[in-house]
């Protein structure tokens, strides 16, 4: 009796590793990014270090020893909120000095710091709750610690100021577009101080601010402090600058300033005056425009204190600025425009021999200056003009210019003047781990993989959501501006196994990629190609097959840019399929891709790690080939290295579950069988896709063993004991095991 009782425990242990280790087998479930069991993830708050453990939050709760491997200790980490209130995004922060006096003589409180939304009004209050025991808060009874009567006020990061000795909070005013900063001795009562604004893009709304230090090139003794935030429905954007404990001011040689970020020759930036340029009509003045006339919309992201603004006079007056010849002797001219949109009225216009060969208007009618570049290759030897035209009379009848760069490099982004950290969709909310351990001199940050505009549609069950790998920062001054460098952590070199690698090889055409052929879209990719000529364009495709295009990367020599191409991927991302990213023609003529993917997302790192495209990515788990290509002709590849990456969940490729093969129900495909009827009743058979069943068991969405039968048959009774929700049972059927979800109700 005691062996069989001890047999049973045995089973009964087996079974419920199996259950749980299911919760991570799901198609599309991410292998080594941090993800919740179930439920939505979104915004990464109060990420940090203590006692030897990281830690994360959303408000669920991972704990990890490496910022790699990650355990779920609870999905709702707040507790006691109110009714009538919900929690927004946060930060937590650990209180050595016992400043809110919540300490106990043995342990050291963590506390959070977070929105607390109230639901009647939408007033955005902020609020704090307390834990001993670093797993889950309790509600802290003198809320709100700062009350609001404002529907706009979110996302409070919180750390501590060595040199004031003072807490700092930095929020989001997301509607006016700034970031409020705040004091505090005991986290309880905070002051205001002073708010961010001005600066960057302003086209949609600002959230999840952070600010932080950074050496600046690698030099200890000259520090900067980086402001960071999002801006809706998805981008991150940062500034550079100095802290004094109340006010953020940005660096006089910011990219705002001097446009350093679109490289080549400054032809003109307005800043002194019109000098040898032609102005005719009443509609541009004698001088440049400092930024906004009386009756105008407020103009917005221009580089430097001075620009072209046609709205002088109102949008009734026309006129004419026109440039000195020169000689064409570079392919691309790059520059700022803003305005309204009547192309036949309004806009930049390139002349040569007499003719226009180029013109642009803006993309909208709109105040906010967007980066254009076009390419006047064919003309380099010419010699032309530029004129900046407003012909137009009626409504939106201006036009705004600045910063006429000539270059080597096309950048059109159609972006806003901006410091961008990541050129991809799903790269949002990025927040830096605060060291309360301080033995770690690393500045890492991690960010929410997902996009509002699509975030509640994606075809992941029974969770929505993931972070992205982290990163470690660093921040860089070179003849290209400030840079924000991003490379993955040393810490995820421990998942790599099985190196396969290849050198010196031609790509002509499409060269299926032999020597790595992984079982699973989780592996990591380090490419190196030599640039050598002007047209090429190359790159690789990830989990393709004969009926899936896959994820394609492309690099434009060209046209500057890097390209990120999902379209060949199950799920419509709200036709945001393509990200595109402006990058520097390598100086070694050596692009290098560094390239992680992870069944759900695909990261990519280029140019020792200046620029980076982060992209979520439905693949077929059947669709694994990659390929390397070339378009123009062919190009060397230089070095392929490829690594198989290890699931921290302990899953293995033929654990994960396959797509329904709708021509045979019962049809087992790699592990997954059908069980029907599904739904099922309390009380009702369920039958499997399978004969001869050994062991069966039903578990909870925790993971929990809520029953367990041994049968010889392929059927099971659903027990009227069980409450009515979602179930996941597993099975084994000639030493194989399989499993299903099941939704039991009355």
Known sequence: MTRIFIRLLMLMSVVGKLCAQDMYTEMYRPQYHASPRNGFMGDPNGPMKFGGKYHLFWWGHL????????????SNALHGTPSGFG????????????????NSAED????AVYTLHEDATGYQHQAISTSLNHGSFEYYDGNPVIESNEPDFRDPQVFWHEQTNKWIMVITKPVDRGIRIYTSDDLKSWDYESTFEGYGARKEIWEVPDLFELPLNGDPQNIKWVMTCGMGPNRMQFWVGDFD????????????FTGSHVGGEVFEDFEAGYGDWTVEGESFGGNPATGTFTDQQEVMGYTGSSLVNSFLNGDGSTGKLISPEFEISRPFINFQIGGGASANELGFRLVVDGEVVQSIASSSNTEIMQWRGVSVSEFIGKTGHIEIVDEATGGWGHVLIDHIVFSDELYDTRTENANWADWGYDFYAGKTFRNYDFDDDRKVWLAWMGNWTYARDVPTRPWKGNQSIPRALSLVKNEFGFQLIQQPIEELKGLRSNEYSITNQQVDGVVPVTVFQPEWNVYELKLSFKVSYRDQVFGVTLAQSDDNKGVKITYDAAASTLE????GTPFSFAYKRKSVAPIHFPKDSVLDLHIFIDQASVEVFANDYQTSIS???FTNVLSTGLSLFSETGPTELLSLEA?????IWGVTPDQVQRPEVQEDPLKVDSGHSMVYPNPVSAGQYITFGKNNIQNASICDLGGRVVFTQSTGTNQVLIPDTLSPGLYLVK????????????????
Do not use: C, K, Q
Request: glycine share 6%; aromatic share 12%; hydrophobic share 40%.
């Open 615 to 617: 992209s979520l990515a």
């Open 731 to 746: 099975y084994i059927s000639d030493g194989r095991h399989y499993s299903d979800r099941i939704i039991i109700r009355r």
């Open 564 to 567: 990120l191409d999902r379209s």
């Open 87 to 102: 929690n927004w995004s946060g930060s937590v922060v650990m209180d050595i000095e016992n400043t809110a006096g919540f």
């Open 643 to 647: 690594w198989d990456i290890a699931s």
């Open 108 to 111: 050291t409180a963590m506390i």
């Open 63 to 74: 704990r990890s020893e490496d910022m790699v491997h990650w355990e779920e200790i609870n």
């Open 245 to 256: 404990g109340t006010t953020f001011s940005i660096d006089p040689e910011e990219n705002f």
